[in-house]
């Protein structure tokens, strides 16, 4: 994370698969020179957001 923010990368959106059958989404924004964590959804749940483009993504569509 310190190299992206580094690099000035506005937004990234971080998948946690562990433990294993586990699944979170975390969608981050650059704030200053850290990330902020503004939307978050485990598995079986919906991340949807409105920046940095609005956008919606159900957690059961990545797993089988």
């Not at 971080?14 to 990330?35: K, Q």
């Amino acid at each position: 994370m310190g190299l992206y923010a580094a690099a000035g990368i506005g937004w990234y959106l971080l998948i946690e698969h562990e433990p294993v059958n586990s699944l979170t989404l975390r969608l981050n924004e650059l704030d200053g020179r850290h990330y902020v964590e503004r939307a978050m959804a485990r598995q079986g749940e919906i991340l949807t957001s409105e920046r940095p483009f609005p956008f919606t993504l159900d957690t059961r569509s990545l797993v089988r």
